[in-house]
């Protein structure tokens, strides 16, 4: 492999493996600028046992490739304790995509929910109640009133917004 770069071998070995993960005892996934390219290995590294992800997206990222891997994280990691997503191309299919996973995932072990991305309505339902969260980054887009919230252990909470008409 003498002259291929980082992407070319991760490719190669993509296709070397079998359906395992690489790293089946990984607690913590971190990933920063997730290109286009290497998106699709990531799932090689996520296992049951991966209860922390954290992925900021490069800035020219695909969105369906980037919307296929999260549709995969509440399969390759059922007992997801945080999420963190950051960086997310700001459309439609992101939010779909973002949305399904949370409404997928497994609410009584979600503890932090961080993702720079609208939610639909039933999802954002669901996210202001999750029992066990303790840390929430929410977007609030377009004229929607801002719900009732019953998260008694939440600590830090973000919330972006572009409508001041819900304060």
Known sequence: MVGTTIPDALQFLYHCTTDDPWLPGLKTFECDQATTAFIPL??????????????????????????????????LCPDLESITLCCLPKNPVTTEAVSEMLLTCNRDTLRV?????????????????????????????????LPTVALPNLTPIDVEYDDLDWL
Request: charged residues 20%.
């Open 113 to 145: 929910f961080e993702v720079d991305s609208p939610l639909t309505e039933e999802a954002r339902e669901v996210v202001y109640r999750l029992p066990k969260l303790v840390g929430m980054w929410a977007i609030i887009q377009g004229p929607t009133s």
């Open 42 to 75: 990531i799932p090689l590294f996520l296992s049951p046992k991966t209860p922390k992800i954290d992925i900021g997206f490069a800035e020219d990222a695909l969105t369906f490739v980037v919307a296929s891997l999260i549709g995969m994280f509440s399969t």
